[in-house]
């Protein structure tokens, strides 16, 4: 799913987004860059499934995660809002002027402020001054100052220590690992492939039984799932690029951009430019 150009990781180093996701959608946390690139979450509402290798973690509301690179976010119930901020390999070291200073790199680490509200508010407050600075046009002076929204975040977080991650225990573990291979199919593919069909033969099984193995372990259906994911994929697009609705149903793999419109008022009741268009006076 693609929420971010490729030159926008490349070429400025990070990337910062405040993503809606709907109940159940599903979307990577990697910024669809052959760099080596980071990424840390900051969950403002909503309870999100972290699903990583053969793991799955819960993810909770004013907690800050610094995720693997192509970590699967899951929605749960009731949808979910949060920061997503994408760094290069080499961005740290090129913004900070105190060297002892540094974001993790890699892993999987956890900072807590569910008993700090005031001081996830000034967090959030940093993202938005990096998703104002990095969203910017480029020049000197908003690349100076979009470094310095970084190492202020990176001062933040150094005066918290990292908590254990909340791990989902499940104990039918054969459905479960179906189920993840599944939404990491559906992450990797949604843009291309809309049929159930498609999925059910990657996992070697038949649209029943992957139907039943799906609607066990999480609730709904496979084929609603694919809708939720791409209805998600569609919105990212919209919300985070400029192209036009015809380039955007030919993203991802509409037969034409009336079906896309079709598709995109049956599962939100607005059309893509009314959606694009919903935050504007």
Known sequence: MAAYKDQDITSRGIVVCLLHLPANAVVRTGADSNSTDNCCIAVVRGVLQLIMHDAIYEARPHNVYFLPKDTLLRAECDGAKLWKLCYTQRYPGQSLPDETLSLPQGGFHVYSFENDPAHFKVLRRLMQLLHTYSAAPATPKTA??????????????????????????????????????????????????????????????????????????????????????????????????????????????????????????????????????????
Do not use: W
């Open 144 to 281: 100076l100052l979009c470094k310095f929204a970084f190492y202020l975040l990176l001062n933040y977080l150094a005066d918290h220590l990292p908590v254990s991650p909340i791990s989902v225990k499940s104990s039918h573990r054969q459905r479960e690992q179906t189920t993840i291979k599944f939404l990491q199919l559906l992450a990797q593919h949604v843009t291309g492939h809309h049929d159930v069909n498609f999925y059910a033969g990657q996992l070697f099984m038949t649209r029943g039984n992957l139907t039943r193995i799906i609607k066990e372990t999480t609730g709904t259906t496979p084929k609603l799932l694919i809708e939720q994911a791409l209805t998600a994929a569609a919105k990212i697009a919209l919300d985070t690029s400029t192209a036009s609705v015809y380039q955007i149903a030919e993203q991802l793999n509409f037969n034409s951009s009336p079906a896309f419109i079709s598709f995109f008022r049956q599962h939100t009741g607005m059309t893509p430019n009314d959606y694009r268009n919903r935050n504007k006076t």
